[in-house]
C-alpha cells in the first residue's frame, strides 16, 4: 500500500495528541519534516535558539516507514493507557 503525505500528516496529528504535544515552531512544539532527497519524513522537536532535538532518532523515513511507526507508537500507547 502507498502512503500519501496527507496520511502520513493525518498520523502525525494523531501522535501529537496522544503525546500531548503541540505542531508547530515555537520552542517545545514538534514539527514534520520533509526533505525528499536526504529519504523522507523526520519529526523535530523544537528547541531553544532554533536548535532542533529528534525524539525518535535523526533516521528519515519514507511515507509507508513513517506512517507504520507513528501508528506502532499511537497503538503502543494506548495499550499502556489500558493497563492504568
Request: overall charge positive.
Amino acid at each position: 500500500m502507498k502512503y500519501t503525505k496527507k496520511e502520513v500528516v493525518g498520523m502525525f496529528d494523531r501522535l501529537l495528541r496522544a503525546l500531548g504535544h503541540k505542531h508547530g515552531s515555537a520552542e517545545g512544539e514538534w514539527s514534520l519534516d520533509y526533505i525528499s532527497c536526504y529519504g523522507g519524513y523526520l519529526i523535530v522537536e523544537n528547541g531553544e535558539n532554533g536548535a532542533e532535538n529528534h525524539p525518535f532518532g535523526a533516521l528519515r523515513r519514507n511515507a509507508k516507514e513513517m506512517y507504520l511507526s507513528m501508528l506502532m507508537a499511537i497503538v503502543s500507547l494506548e495499550k499502556i493507557k489500558e493497563k492504568q
